[in-house]
């Protein structure tokens, strides 16, 4: 393949992703999901811990009569750990895996509004070599002066962390 074929697929993949995506930030970052996976957004709640799940995973909440588990992105992005704020919140996502789909929940700092990216302002994401797992990013999506990181939430867990998650739910 040339590399003007490269760039016109590329392109013609970026366009593809265009769309809106809700926006939530973790610290001063900014990210997107597809908003099509999100089913609601809800205020922090009780969660009850599971043992021998992985640190990220916090536990389990009751969300109208259905148990989902629920995943702290900030521990699941090796970030540092953050008190709740009255901003935090529990995305509540429809994530795919091979035998169907698991509802999860996953709290974020704040989030910040639904946004209409056009496929023109979605660059592909950086190449920072095969140690950085980058599989989770869509693409860069420029806004104004802002880059949002727009991820797959499909793919922010392995199948076999999907799998466990599911299994803790």
Do not use: H, W
């Not at 016109?8 to 099509?36: H, R």
Request: aromatic residues 4%.
């Amino acid at each position: 393949m040339s590399v003007r074929e490269e760039n016109t697929a590329q392109l013609s993949a970026m366009s593809a992703l265009a769309g809106k995506y809700l926006t939530f930030k973790l610290d001063v970052e900014e990210f997107g999901l597809e908003i099509l996976k999100v089913q609601e957004i809800i205020k922090m709640m009780d969660i009850t811990r599971v043992p021998r799940t992985p640190s990220f995973v916090r536990g389990v909440l009751n969300l109208r009569g259905k148990v989902i588990p629920v995943i702290d992105l900030r521990l699941k992005f090796e970030m540092e750990t953050k008190a709740g704020t009255d901003l935090t919140c529990i995305i509540v996502v429809t994530v795919k895996r091979s035998s169907g789909s698991v509802v999860m929940g996953i709290i974020v700092d704040e989030v910040s509004e639904v946004l209409d990216v056009a496929g023109s302002s979605i660059e592909p994401p950086p190449q920072f070599g095969s140690s950085v797992d980058t599989a989770f990013i869509l693409g860069m999506g420029k806004v104004g002066d802002r880059v949002v990181t727009l991820m797959d939430v499909d793919k922010v867990l392995s199948g076999d962390e999907v799998a466990a998650v599911a299994n803790v739910g």
